[in-house]
Each structure stands twice: as structure tokens, then as C-alpha cells.
T-cell receptor, first 113, second 115 residues
Framework: SQQGEEDPQALSIQEGENATMNCSYK?????LQWYRQNSGRGLVHLIL?????REKHSGRLRVTLDTSKKSSSLLITASRAADTASYFC?????????????FGDGTTLTVKP | DTEVTQTPKHLVMGMTNKKSLKCEQH?????MYWYKQKAKKPPELMFV???????INESVPSRFSPECPNSSLLNLHLHALQPEDSALYLC??????????????FGNGTRLTVT
């Protein structure tokens, strides 16, 4: 199976609610990144968390990383209809596998107005 | 709009056609990538170029032929494709393949349909 696996596969919430999605991975990582993809478009980088960091914030986004559990979570607070998209985590395994970021299966988020 | 430009946005080709996908970036990045993405699936790495040299080939069939003419351009030449090759082809760049903690910058992709 893939290095990154995400749950839930799909999430539907009302505008203003918080959305949490999770990513699990199997091997040691150098960093973990979260990307957003609007339908039929390219991926947009949201936030990168290094293996020695536990939490990172960017605007309405909060990412946590638990290397002991090999998992990360992305929290979007006060969601908006414009947050509707697919969200992917990607893991960077470090120098020997440099350039080989591996993407999780993704979570499809729908925010209803 | 992204800083990585891909053309064309859409491409329909027959199995006997030869076509090329193009990608351009002017951020001074020295690593460029091709990913393939099927519907409702994550992107899958195909090729990585580092300083204009092919650095990673993820066992991609030879009907896909990448080319990096200079540090700003990346092409993907297509020949004798199969219908199952229909997908969104994404180009990405980063400052360097080996620079740690550098995210990928993606283009908006080329939607390829093979008939």
C-alpha cells in the first residue's frame, strides 16, 4: 500500500465548521507536506512540517505530526465553501530518496454553504 | 494562476499519434517533475530531472519520453499510447531535488484522452 494513507476518504461539513483529516505513513520521514487540489486543477502546497516539529499553523490551517505514531492531521478551522477540494499529504523520505515525494490517497472535502 | 505553465490544457490523441506536452517555469528551479494522476487517485511520480539531467525514471513505459531542453522547460513526448494512459499529467518544479524541506510547485496539468 502507499506510504501515505488518509482518512476519511470523503468529508462533508457545513460552512463555519471545522474539518479534520488524517494521514498515516509507514517509514521514517524527513518532512510531511499537505497539498490542496481543486477539481481538475494542479496541486497547491499548503504547509510543510519537518520531522522534528510537532505542530505548525498557517492562517486557518493547523497541522500536527506524531512521528511515534507515524501520523499527521490537518485541521481547517471555520471552513468556507471555497475550501471544497481534495487534500493530499505527501511524505519526503530524505536524501537517499530525494525528489520521490509519495502522495497519500487523499481526502475529498465538501463544504456546504 | 500558477508559476508553472503547462500546455496544452486538454489533448485528445489517437493511439497512433505522436504528441508532446510542455511545461515551463521561470522561478530558477533546477528540479522538474512529471506526475500522472488518474481520476480520484493521488499523483504518481513518473520522471525527475535534476539540473537538466534525468535523475529518476519510475519504470515508465518507453511510449513516454521526457526531455529537458533547458532549465526552464520540460517536455513529455507521447507515442503509441493506450487508452489506459488517459489521465491528468502534472508538471512540478522545486529549487533542487536535494534541497530539503522544499515543497513542489505544480502546474494545472494537461488532461489527456487517448482514443
Amino acid at each position: 500500500s502507499q506510504q501515505g494513507e488518509e482518512d476519511p476518504q470523503a468529508l462533508s461539513i457545513q460552512e463555519g465548521e471545522n474539518a479534520t483529516m488524517n494521514c498515516s505513513y509507514k517509514t521514517s520521514i524527513n518532512n510531511l507536506q499537505w497539498y490542496r487540489q481543486n477539481s481538475g486543477r494542479g496541486l497547491v502546497h499548503l504547509i510543510l512540517i519537518r520531522s522534528n516539529e510537532r505542530e505548525k499553523h498557517s492562517g486557518r490551517l493547523r497541522v500536527t505530526l506524531d512521528t511515534s505514531k507515524k501520523s499527521s492531521s490537518l485541521l481547517i478551522t471555520a471552513s468556507r465553501a471555497a475550501d471544497t477540494a481534495s487534500y493530499f499529504c505527501a511524505t519526503d523520505l530524505g536524501y537517499t530518496n530525494a525528489g520521490k515525494s509519495t502522495f497519500g490517497d487523499g481526502t475529498t472535502l465538501t463544504v456546504k454553504p | 494562476d500558477t508559476e508553472v505553465t503547462q500546455t496544452p490544457k486538454h489533448l485528445v490523441m489517437g493511439m497512433t499519434n505522436k504528441k508532446s506536452l510542455k511545461c515551463e517555469q521561470h522561478m530558477g528551479h533546477r528540479a522538474m517533475y512529471w506526475y500522472k494522476q488518474k481520476a480520484k487517485k493521488p499523483p504518481e511520480l513518473m520522471f525527475v530531472y535534476s539540473y537538466e539531467k534525468l535523475s529518476i525514471n519510475e519504470s515508465v513505459p518507453s511510449r513516454f519520453s521526457p526531455e529537458c531542453p533547458n532549465s526552464s522547460l520540460l517536455n513529455l513526448h507521447l507515442h503509441a499510447l493506450q487508452p489506459e494512459d488517459s489521465a491528468l499529467y502534472l508538471c512540478a518544479s522545486s529549487p533542487s531535488r536535494y534541497r530539503e524541506n522544499s515543497p513542489l510547485h505544480f502546474g494545472n496539468g494537461t488532461r489527456l484522452t487517448v482514443t
